[in-house]
Each structure stands twice: as C-alpha cells, then as structure tokens.
C-alpha cells in the first residue's frame, strides 16, 4: 500500500483529489469493497504527510524570512574574531553562545567542560628562498601545534616530495634538510573532501616521516583547490617516536612556481622562522541548548557545530556557520512547533581543529548518563548550499529516513547518501548513536579553509539559512517519529 500511496503520490494526486474522488457518486469504485480500505489507507497517510508538509513549509519561511543565523555569525566573526581553542577569542565565544541559545528559546542552557589543546602562534612567520643568490620571500604560516624554530630560524637545501612514497625512497637522503610536500589537491574528483583528506598526508603526518630520516624542517603546499597568495594553516600530528621538526604550509602559487624552480636542477635553499609555542591543556567549554522532549525526553537528538577556529581569520565558514545553524534548529522548532515529542540539544564544540577536546567530553558525558542518544547531526562543511545528507546509520533506520527525501526536495537537498557524520560527534558512536552530516556544496570551501579568507563577506545569507532550514526539518522529523 505504500508503494501504491507513493504511485499515486507521484502522478499528482493529491488527498484534495482523491478526497473528491470518493466523495462523489461513482458507484461503480465504490461497489468495490477493496478499494475503500485502500482508499482509506490513502487518505489517512496523504492527509498526514500533508501536515507534516505543512508544518514543514512554515517553518521554512520563519528561517528564511526571521533567521537569526547571519546575524549570530556577525557576532562571532566581527565582534569576537578568530576563536582559537585555549585563547581570550573562545572564551568570549562561549558567553556569546550562552546568550544566542538563550535567546533562541532554550528550556536549558548550561556550560560543559572539557580540556582543550592550547597552542599560540606567536610573532608573524617569516620565510623566504634563495636561488643562484637572489632571494625570493615566501607567502607562509606555521601549522597548527607545530613547535617553533630556531630563534634565529632555520636554513637549508629544499628537497620536493610528491608523495609520501618519493619520500621514503629518498630516506636518509633528506638528513639536514627541508622537506617540501608538494601534494596538489586533485581537481578531477567533485567531492572536494575526498581530495582534501587524500593530499592531507602531508599536513597531518609529513614533519614526523621526514624528521625519521634526518630532516630539519617541512614545508606543505596548502590544502587549497584554488591558485592564489593565501596559505592555509592546519593541524599536524607529532609521532612521539620521532623528532619534532617545525612545519609551514606555503601558498599555493608559491607551491607552484617554487615547484618549477626546483625542476631546474638549481640548488634551492630555503629559510622560515617561526615563534608558534604548545602550553599545557587548559579547561574550556562546551555550549550546549536543550529543549526537553514533551513525550520522549530521555531520546536526545544532538545538532551542532565547532565553536573554536583557527587564528588566521573569522572563521565563518569553519565553523561558526554549523553553529549559528544549530541554534537556528532550535529557535525555529521552538517557534513553529512549541514542543518536539523527543529532547533537542544543540551543541557548540569547543577544540574541533587541533585537538577534539569537546567532542570526547560530549561523548565521555553521554556514555556515562541515563539518556538515550539516539541521533546526532554536524554542519561543518561551511555556509554553502545544502545539496545532501550522508548518514551512518543501521540499514532499517536509513530505510525509514530515505522515505522522507521528498520533504526536503523544495529546499535544495536531493540526496541521502550511505556515509556521513563529523569530528566532533565520531566519538558518540560508541554509544550507539546514529550519525549524520550536513553536505552543502564544497567547490568553494577549500578556496578558503583554514586561511585568512575565511570571514563573514564569504558567507551567503540566503545559503546559511537553506542549511539551517534542511537541518531543522531532519531534526523535527526524528524528533517527531524516531528512527525504529
């Protein structure tokens, strides 16, 4: 019968049409005994799903029409500034959190520690190559948690690595020099994230492979998908077995022509100091708005986004967009609907981008509480619009969401797709909890990841708040009728 129902459905029959249809004297149709359950069976679930459109409709045109988001984000970008995890910034960002949730019509608001990563970058880098005697300066930043230099810097020949093999082949060949990770994004895959997390290695693992052969220093070309002057910063993973080397992401049109001169078979020397300094863990927090479940208050559904950014700007769209937007998703439940049958939490992560301190604290939290955890969304792919929805999930949950895409067609989301979450609520799936992540669309994002560019004159309005109101349909959606 369902499938009959979506038939009819998709023909453009409406429960206005078959209402009239069945009201009128066509008694030959109704001389059919079966065909009254059937009918019947149509209209209740027609009617239903029409209510449930409709609600869905105004809740749309409450966000779209009195979103708070871009003015929240204003808040965090202008006002605040860059959030790094540990800094003054983050602390200002977590009392401002405290007050949009208020604001948005939380039943609680509460802070919730957690230790996080405290690193400095300190004084401005500086850096520079030199070739056949001529110098040439260097458009750099150093990496997230990298150990500073040298006060008075470090200098050396530049070796080019393209993959993280050509470096193991060369082995102790690199001893006493810089190490030059020139990993291009590739630009034939459309999901840029996919690049992101492939040409990554560099960043993530490259200062300790190449302080295991000797190496003083590493500069990486920039995770960017774009040809320009910025540098992208980005968190590094220190190996313990080995020396910690200092490390620098250089534009990537400096990659680019630094790249060719190296071609050249020139002797390249090249010299960066930097000033970046690792303190001990410090406390922080956690935001986190709930509103109770009328009739399930113990199944929590978790929406959120990370609080903290990197130094070098705003952070707009990493990721003070998937926050705005997750205290969007409450405001607007809490005016279009009152009351959700399950508990609504929105959280604002604190220490996603150098060392997942809120995330384990949520995680740690709801693994040791009575509550049921039963979903959890992340926006954190940038203000963009919305295209998807991936999910991680049991195959009997993903079947009984997919049957709510039409919901969300109006809107701009057109797919549910097998795969999805985010850093910062991974950790929930000890739990048993079901993930999922926002997709908006990423051809721009990388442009502007983790550099200088990443400020509020880069986020759409109209497209933050498409975000925010997809993610609040799936949120009311769950709430409204679980995932069993």
């Known amino acids: 019968m369902i499938a009959m129902y979506q038939i009819i459905k998709s023909l453009g029959l409406t429960s206005d049409y078959l209402f009239k249809f069945v009201s009128t004297k066509n008694t030959t149709a109704l001389k059919s005994l079966s065909f009254l359950p059937l009918c019947c069976f149509i209209l209740s679930n027609a009617f239903a799903q029409n209510a449930d459109e409709q609600k869905i409709s105004k809740m ?14 204003k808040i965090f970008c202008k ?3 860059p959030r790094l995890s540990g800094s003054a910034n983050a602390a200002k960002a977590i009392k401002a959190g405290e007050k949009m949730m208020k604001d948005a019509g939380a039943d609680k608001v509460y802070l919730q520690p957690c230790m996080v990563t405290h690193w400095e970058r300190g004084a401005e880098e500086k850096g520079s190559v030199r070739i056949s005697g001529k110098k040439y300066p260097l458009e750099l930043t150093a990496l997230g948690n990298s150990v500073p230099t040298p006060k008075a810097g470090i200098q050396a020949e530049i070796l080019e690595v393209k993959t993280m093999q050509e470096l193991h082949a060369l082995g102790n060949k690199v001893k006493g020099k810089i190490v030059f990770f020139n990993i291009p994004m590739n630009p034939t895959y459309i999901e840029t994230f996919r690049a992101y997390g492939e040409s990554g290695i560099g960043r993530r ?3 300790s492979q190449a302080a295991k052969y000797g190496a003083i220093g590493v500069m990486v070309r920039s995770l960017a998908s774009n040809i320009d002057n910025h540098p992208h910063t980005g968190a590094l993973v220190y190996n313990d077995s080995f020396p910690k080397i200092p490390a620098i992401a250089i534009s990537t049109k400096n990659a680019e022509w630094l ?5 050249n078979a020139k002797p390249v020397t090249g010299f960066f100091t930097t000033n970046c300094k690792m303190f001990p863990d410090v406390l922080s927090y956690n935001v986190i708005g709930e509103i109770t479940g009328s009739e399930h208050p113990e199944e929590v559904i978790t929406v959120g986004g990370h609080l903290d950014s990197w130094d070098l700007a705003e952070g707009a ?6 926050c705005v937007q997750s205290i969007e998703v409450l405001r607007a439940i809490r005016k279009n609907i009152g009351t959700p049958k399950r508990t609504i939490r929105a959280v604002l992560f604190m220490n996603e981008e150098n060392g997942g301190g809120g995330g384990r604290a949520y995680a740690d939290s709801a693994a040791a509480g009575n509550d049921k955890f039963i979903f959890a969304l992340e926006s954190d792919g940038g203000g963009f619009t919305p295209r998807a929805f991936g999910f991680d999930m049991p195959e009997n949950q993903f079947a009984k969401v997919e049957q709510w895409l039409s919901y969300f067609l109006p809107y701009g989301v057109y797919e549910f797709k097998r795969g999805g ?20 669309d990423s051809q721009r994002y990388f442009d502007i990841h983790h550099a200088e560019t990443d400020v509020l004159e880069n986020v759409s309005k109209r497209e ?16 409204e009728y679980g995932l069993n």
């Open 421 to 440: 979450g985010g850093s910062d609520i991974a950790p929930l799936k000890k739990t048993g909890t079901s993930l999922a992540g926002l997709v908006p």
């Open 259 to 263: 790249s060719t001169e190296l071609s």
């Open 317 to 322: 769209n990493d990721d003070g967009s998937g």
């Open 205 to 207: 693992t490259g200062a």
């Open 60 to 73: 749309a045109g409450e966000i779209m029409t009195n979103s708070q988001a871009y003015n929240n984000l």
């Open 464 to 479: 933050l708040d498409l975000g925010a109101v997809n993610m609040a349909t799936l949120i009311w959606l769950i709430s």
């Open 79 to 81: 006002d605040i500034g």
